[in-house]
Each structure stands twice: as C-alpha cells, then as structure tokens.
Nanobody, 123 residues
C-alpha cells in the first residue's frame, strides 16, 4: 500500500480543513489507519486513529471534540475533518497505516506513511 495525503493549506483560527489520504495497492480495509502531526522543531505526535476491525476511533486530548477521523474502505481513503482550528494545530500532518497496530498512538507501530501535508493556522 502507498499513501498520498492532501488537503492541507492556510486557514485562519476558528476555521476548518479536511485532510484526505488516498491508498493504492493492497485493500485498505486490512489496515488500522491514523493521523500524526509534526510541528517545527518538535517530535511527531499522535492525532487520531481508527482500528481495522472494530472501526473504533481514538483521539489525542488536544484535538478531541474538534477533529474527526473517518475512513471509506470502498474508496480506499481516510479523512481528517478539522474544525475550530487553533494556531497550535500548525504542523505537517501525516497519514499512516499498519496491519498489526497494538497501540494506535505510537508511530513506531505503523508500517506505511504518506508524504505529509502542511497545515498552517494563522491567528
């Protein structure tokens, strides 16, 4: 599977963006999927993820209630709807997929990564 992230851009604080991550290759439904982000000079952090089997979703505390992760297996695509954006959400956002992901919040558990898309939130 290869992942292609898109949808980043510049938005004012309080605005919304929707990121997409298109998968090609093996069936997307075989994978747990997640979003991570990396701000300048900071480590990559967990944002949100969906389990492969149950479809349960999980969020970092900093985005819970504002961001929504979803997946459309028929389209081999996952999404991250981001609302009420804040300047501290500014980062490069990466989508990731993995078959055996026991801890969705750990980037080392994911096998495949997209190239990243930049989100900039102005104050």
């Amino acid at each position: 599977v290869q992942l292609q992230a898109s949808g980043g851009g510049l938005v004012q604080a309080g605005g919304s963006l929707r990121l997409s991550c298109a998968a090609s290759g093996r069936s997307f439904s075989d994978y747990a999927v997640g979003w991570f982000r990396q701000a300048p000079e900071k480590e990559r952090d967990f944002v949100a993820a969906i389990r492969r089997t149950s479809g349960a979703s999980y969020y970092a505390g900093s985005v819970r209630g504002r961001f929504t992760i979803s997946r459309d297996n028929a389209k081999n695509t996952m999404y991250l709807q981001m609302n009420s954006l804040k300047p501290e959400d500014t980062a490069v956002y990466y989508c990731a997929a993995g078959i055996r992901v026991s801890d969705l919040s750990r980037d080392s558990h994911y096998d495949i990564w997209g190239q990243g898309t930049l989100v900039t939130v102005s104050s």
